[in-house]
């Protein structure tokens, strides 16, 4: 009976060991050992943009201040009294016209009064004196300006002199307009470079037909030194560099092909591209170290611009 459980202990033994020996032989297949043609390959997300054709422009901006023509004094041309004189800042005058009398009477001698006139067309912009006072021509009765006759006057580095020229259109903004553009030229360049800002002044002119703007207000200025018509337009943020070379990456079936390009105008936002595409190419406009000739992408945001 003893020998018969010990035949059975040892079979059950044994059946062990060869289960065992089995699943040693056995080796699970991990991740690590798939094969490259079992991986899944994940596509880059990126951002792109189309091809557009477009105006493109090189622009110089600076600031200035809105200024008149110098002002004019208006003087009496005798010594005495001053009669009928009640000019105020803001009212407008015309050439010629009569705005204040001079009595040069003296005690026990009586003259001629002298009539007081606008020497141009303008506005009261300062007075001076007030009526019933004595006057001289040595002191101006009161200032007037030409508002009508304003202009923009800015100081350009030197380094643009040769960008700028006489006739070439610039672009205004002003604060208390934030909405609006008004437009203007480049009338007058000074003859000389000022030595210690090494820069030169420039005059602008501009147009504002309802009268809005105001001397001494402050202009941001852009002047247009150079425009393209129907150019190539793409984003400056999809452009790649590798030394002197300049390359986008182009969108055809869900992958990338590098694809060099031309550049023509550029500013800070755009580039005019003059060879190696076409209007309405796709093109990333993601800055990745991931990208790559041959790599799968899929466009997650396309911008219009």
Do not use: W
Not at 24 to 44: A, G
Not at 256 to 267: A, F, H, N, R, S
Request: aromatic share 4%; charged share 25%.
């Amino acid at each position: 009976m003893n020998n018969i459980k010990i035949k059975k202990h040892n079979i059950i033994l044994l059946l062990a060991v060869v289960i065992i020996s089995l699943s040693s032989c056995t080796k699970p297949v991990t991740t690590s050992e798939t094969t490259e043609s079992e991986k899944v390959i994940k596509p880059l997300s990126v951002n792109a943009a189309r091809v557009v054709v477009g105006e493109i422009d090189l622009s110089i901006s600076v600031g200035g201040s809105v200024t008149t023509a110098n002002p004019v004094a208006i003087i009496g041309e005798a010594s005495g009294t001053l009669k009928d004189f009640d000019l105020e800042v803001g009212d407008t005058v015309e050439k010629d016209q009569i705005v204040a009398k001079i009595d040069p009477s003296r005690p026990g001698m009586e003259y001629k009064m002298k009539d007081v006139k606008a020497p141009i067309s303008g506005t009261i912009v300062r007075v001076g004196v007030e009526n019933g006072s004595l006057s001289s021509p040595s002191v101006p009765l009161a200032y007037i300006e030409n508002l009508d006759d304003i202009s923009i006057q800015v100081r350009i580095i030197e380094k643009y002199i040769s960008s700028i020229k006489i006739g070439e259109d610039v672009e205004l903004r002003f604060e208390a307009f934030p909405n609006e553009i008004l437009h203007g030229s480049v009338t007058k360049m000074d003859p000389t470079v000022d030595t210690s800002t090494r820069t030169i002044g420039i005059t602008i002119k501009f147009d504002d037909p309802e009268k809005k703007v105001l001397a001494g207000m402050y202009a941001k200025c852009r002047i247009i030194t150079k425009t393209v018509d129907d150019a190539l337009i793409i984003p400056s943020t999809a452009v790649f560099y590798n030394d002197n070379e300049s390359y986008v990456y182009k969108i055809v079936n869900d992958t990338v092909t590098k694809t060099p390009i031309t550049k023509g105008l550029e500013t800070y936002n755009f580039v005019q591209v003059t060879d190696g595409l076409l209007k309405d190419d796709l093109i990333v406009n993601t800055k990745s170290s991931l990208l790559g000739e041959g790599v799968k992408i899929v466009v997650k945001n396309q911008g219009e611009f």
